[in-house]
């Protein structure tokens, strides 16, 4: 091992006075840069006494090269002769004072925090440990060199000019959260080489399903390169989600069909469902990291710069909101930087549309206190001129009470409402009654109408990667998550479940159509009402998990078509077919998914906007409002003022509908026939059909009694359009 031996001086001074071994090159943008003759090389950290760039041959071993020049706390140097495709990591000397939170540790390479790609993986925990027994104790003097993952330093991406991106309007924004592996995984149209990766999605069978269904943009569980958790490593078992980030400008390279090729790949996949007209939207974890909390392993961050990094107490204990034993300090100008740095990366370089926050509250935090909507990170992304033209979606939480902030985020984002999941799923389980049910069909006004936000601000769900699939939601009262190894400790159990007389697996016809009727009413719930409508990737398949409501890990050695992969060849084609039939009904339907509030507003017709009515076609008064008996809703949409506008931007107008939701077992149902009204309906969809046909699409005439035999989704369109 030498240090410099082999590179020639430099007279450049350093920021310091002190005479600089090699160039300084620049302190921007952080990370590895290929340049012609060389790489240049910048880290954060400030407080470091000495930072090396560590130069890992082919057999393992390093040359370190020190990063003599610090500008603006960055380390920096320009290194001759480092080429695309060499591996490197860094190692930060100073002070080690674990109740400061200053934790450098020489013994520990560490991984750049802008890495583009990673490869390798854990040895010995303990290698990774800065701390011998207590992480307040003596500093480890164990090299973990051969027992971290370590960078590549990678050129920029070059091709031919890539697709146009599919912009899709919100009003239009059907989303559909999937997870790169379990998609493809077990998909007999997709090359068994390509399944469960990045190019398994742009297969043609895969682009035809979400064509075929109506999808309008992918949200993809973590691609950014996961570090399963060192407590779930002890179980034997692996992240299977990917909420555990290693590296936030690098994708996961468990999802390559090649390894090493990942970038590459990830921007073919991309392109693919571009070229289809298709958006895809990351989940992405700046809240909290994988290095767990204090007593966990120095990999990244910690090393370099804990206090400008993590969220510390008084006593240098991490503070954590996040429930995954740290949280990245969101009023910290380097989080800041690196946030803002990994998002534009993944949208200028990467092609990206748009991102979902994990526990976007903690981004709202600043210094861990009270939420707002002005706090430095939210800010610097909804301003930033790249960042502000993207889709942004906030998870509207943290695990602590404070941090429920539904509804609270500003303009320039949308927010998942799980209000909306849990006041639908307890009416189709017959929990309650209309009154929630009117303001989540209408968007969610009463959570999202403040400070100019639109409709479409509310992320609708009924089900998402963390809980029940719609099939289990249906077929478990309980949640069974032994196979996570905690005893069955893990996962909500606040469901809103039923299992309709039998727990799991059932060959009963009956109670298999009783659940295959709850599940179209939730999903024609779902799709029909007015927000943005989120999917869970394999509902429309008839996909389950056994009733596991966390399916976080999976057994270490766990293949990918084993670790919770959708089933294709079981694949229910009737409601493939019935998902498809609600999606295009949206889309031919303005008056369900409007971009602006109902408001009781007079029409150019004078009829309201929306009107509400009962089994008996009577207008809701505060008493029947107020009755929890009730089990129907009727909702009519005025079409004549349809707040929504053309490609060209001109405004559009649409047949009037009526939309109505039976909760319950057979009844009589008189269609809402207000005197302005139209005087003739056209039935459109009955959800308790298989395929969502009406089993007679003849007009009715309003006011006609129509009889329903148990729980069903209703729409009549007014007819002549």
Known sequence: MSRNDDLPPSPHPSVDGESSPNPPGS??????????????????APEAEGVEVCLIDPQGGERRVELATRTFGVRHAFVPGVRPGDRYGFRAHGTWDPHSGRRFNGAKLLLDPSARQVTGGFGDPAASLAYVDDPFGAPSS?????????????????????????????????????????????????????????????????????????????????????????????????????????????????????????????????????????????????NHTCESS?????????????????????????????????TLDSASPAVVRMVCDSLRYWVQEMGVDGFRFDLASTLGRPGGWRFDTRAPLLTAIAVDPVLSQAKLIAEPWDATGAGYQVGNFGVAFSEWNDRYRDT??????????????????????????????????????????????????????????????????????????????????????????????????????????????????????????????NAYCVPED?????????????????????????????ASAPTLRQQEFFTGRATPTGRPDLVWFD????????????????????????????????????????????????????????????????????????????DGVPSDTVALDAGSTISVTGSTVLVYRSAGR
């Not at 090649?258 to 996949?269: D, H, I, K, L």
């Not at 392993?297 to 204990?317: E, F, H």
């Not at 294709?568 to 998902?579: E, F, H, K, P, S």
């Open 27 to 44: 302190p921007f943008p952080l990370g590895a840069t290929a340049m012609p003759t060389g790489t240049q090389f910048a880290v954060h």
């Open 142 to 286: 164990v090299d973990s060199l051969g027992h971290v993952p370590v960078a590549v330093v990678r050129a920029p991406l070059t091709g031919p000019d890539r697709p146009a991106r599919p912009d899709v309007p919100w009003d239009r924004t059907v989303l559909y959260e999937l997870h790169v592996g379990s998609f493809t995984a077990r998909n007999d149209a997709v090359p068994e080489n390509l399944r469960g990766t990045y190019l398994g999605l742009t297969q043609p069978a895969v682009l035809e399903h979400l064509a075929r269904i109506g999808i309008t943009s992918v949200e993809l569980l973590p691609v950014q390169t996961t570090f399963t958790e060192p407590g779930v490593r002890a179980r034997g078992m692996r992240n299977h989600w990917g909420y555990s980030t290693g590296a936030y400008f690098a994708p996961d390279p468990r999802f390559a069909a090649v390894p090493g090729e990942e970038v590459e790949e990830f921007a073919a996949m991309v392109d693919a469902l571009h070229a289809v007209g298709i958006e895809v939207i990351l989940d992405v974890v700046y």
């Open 294 to 326: 204090v007593d966990g392993p120095s990999i990244s961050w910690r090393g370099l710069d804990a206090p400008g990094y993590y969220l510390l107490d008084g006593r240098g204990s991490d503070v954590d909101l996040t429930g995954c034993g740290n």
């Open 424 to 549: 639908m799923r307890g009416f189709w389980a017959g929990h309650h009654g209309v009154r929630d049910v009117a303001s989540r069909l209408a968007g969610s006004e009463d959570l999202f109408a403040g400070g100019g936000r639109l409709p479409w601000a509310s992320i609708n769900f009924i089900t998402a990667h963390d809980g029940f699939t719609a099939r289990d939601l249906v077929s478990y009262q309980d949640k069974h998550n032994e196979a996570n190894g905690e005893q069955n400790r893990d996962g909500t159990d606040n469901n809103s479940s039923v299992n309709h007389g039998v727990e799991g697996p059932t060959e009963d016809q009956s109670v298999l159509d009783a659940r295959g009727r709850h599940v179209r009413a939730l999903l024609a719930t779902l799709t029909l009402s007015t927000g943005t409508p989120m999917l869970l990737a394999g509902d429309e398949l008839g996909h389950t998990q056994a009733g596991n409501n």
């Open 558 to 586: 766990t293949p990918a078509a084993d670790a919770w992969a959708i089933d294709w060849d079981a694949a229910d084609q009737n409601m493939i077919r019935y998902v498809g039939r609600l999606l295009r009904i949206r």
């Open 615 to 690: 089994s008996a076609g009577t207008e809701f008064d505060t008493a029947r409002w107020n009755d929890d008996s009730i089990r129907t809703i009727q909702a009519w949409v005025d079409g004549s003022d349809v707040r929504s506008y053309a490609s060209d931007g001109g405004r559009v107008d649409d047949a009037s509908s009526l939309l109505i939701l039976h909760s319950g077992g057979p009844a009589e149902i008189t269609l809402a026939c207000p005197s302005w009204s139209t005087s003739r309906f056209v039935p459109v969809l009955d959800s308790a059909n298989l």
